[in-house]
């Protein structure tokens, strides 16, 4: 990781302490922590719970400072490190971003939830997207189907297929926030359907990739 993403993620986990540290004597006991789809809450947990988010910025941190190094192809994953640090950082600013709206809203400010985690999931998938399409092949990061993992080839394609859908879905949550009872299902569904779209389109690229050398051969 460079230095500079190295200290940015770490001052933001120890902002999102610092933050947790200063607000948790102003929370009431029991906290607003889960919203349903039109933004209305359906959970709740200890004013404790304020710490949950700052604990999970610290473990994804190590999590992913050790991924490259793990990783049996941690060779390739250098040649796209600069990308994956930009992921890294937009991720914690999006779990940063996604715990203030936390505390604004158990501070007695009410707003539609869903609206308000909206931009940080556009930025967030748009940014997914534009590291899968710079991914070279490995074990832990990107799009890693039977087909991908053993062929470049078919790597790459359905690397850069899967970032522009990524990108779409990023951009597409703008356009839901403007529907916030529709928003979720409609983002699960863009999920779902590339899901499906990326695993079918390795496995076709993968055989047609195969069918070809085949007829060099004869």
Same mark, same amino acid.
């Not at 947990?45 to 610290?58: A, D, H, N």
């Not at 490190?81 to 009410?110: E, Q």
């Not at 499906?196 to 085949?214: D, T």
């Given at each position: !990781?460079?230095?500079?993403?190295?200290?940015?993620?770490?001052?933001?986990? /120890?902002?999102? =302490?610092?933050?947790?540290?200063? =607000?948790?004597?102003?929370?009431?006991?029991?906290?607003?922590?889960? @919203?349903?789809?039109?933004?209305?809450?359906?959970?709740?947990?200890?004013? @404790?719970?304020?710490?949950?988010?700052?604990? /999970?910025?610290?473990?994804?941190?190590?999590?992913?400072?050790?991924?490259?190094?793990?990783?049996? !192809?941690?060779?390739?994953?250098?040649?796209?490190?600069?990308?994956?640090?930009?992921?890294?950082?937009?991720?914690?600013?999006?779990?940063?971003?996604?715990?203030?709206?936390?505390?604004? @809203?158990? !501070?007695?400010?009410? =707003?539609?939830?869903?609206?308000?985690?909206?931009?940080?999931?556009?930025?967030?998938?748009?940014?997914?997207?534009? !590291?899968?399409?710079?991914?070279?092949?490995?074990?832990?990061?990107?799009?890693?189907?039977?087909?991908?993992?053993?062929?470049?080839?078919?790597?790459?394609?359905?690397?850069?297929?899967?970032?522009?859908?990524?990108?779409?879905?990023?951009?597409?949550?703008?356009? /839901?926030?403007?529907?916030?009872?529709?928003?979720?299902?409609?983002?699960?569904?863009?999920?779902?359907?590339?899901?499906?779209?990326?695993?079918?389109?390795?496995?076709?690229?993968?055989?047609?990739?195969?069918?070809?050398?085949?007829?060099?051969?004869?």
């Amino acid at each position: !990781m460079r230095k500079t993403a190295y200290f940015i993620s770490l001052s933001i986990i /120890l902002l999102s =302490f610092a933050f947790a540290f200063y =607000f948790y004597p102003q929370l009431p006991e029991i906290i607003s922590s889960h @919203w349903d789809s039109n933004g209305v809450v359906n959970g709740t947990l200890g004013s @404790w719970s304020i710490f949950l988010i700052p604990v /999970l910025l610290t473990l994804f941190f190590f999590m992913f400072l050790f991924i490259p190094k793990l990783d049996p !192809m941690k060779e390739n994953i250098k040649k796209f490190n600069d990308h994956y640090d930009d992921f890294v950082l937009i991720f914690n600013l999006f779990m940063f971003y996604t715990f203030a709206l936390v505390v604004i @809203w158990n !501070m007695g400010y009410s =707003f539609n939830m869903t609206v308000g985690i909206m931009p940080g999931l556009a930025i967030l998938f748009y940014f997914i997207g534009v !590291m899968i399409t710079k991914t070279e092949r490995n074990y832990t990061i990107g799009i890693r189907t039977p087909w991908t993992l053993e062929n470049d080839k078919v790597w790459e394609k359905t690397s850069k297929v899967s970032g522009g859908l990524f990108k779409i879905i990023g951009l597409s949550c703008l356009f /839901l926030m403007f529907f916030p009872s529709y928003s979720f299902a409609l983002l699960f569904s863009l999920i779902m359907f590339s899901v499906v779209f990326i695993f079918v389109y390795s496995y076709l690229e993968y055989g047609k990739l195969n069918k070809e050398s085949k007829k060099r051969t004869k």
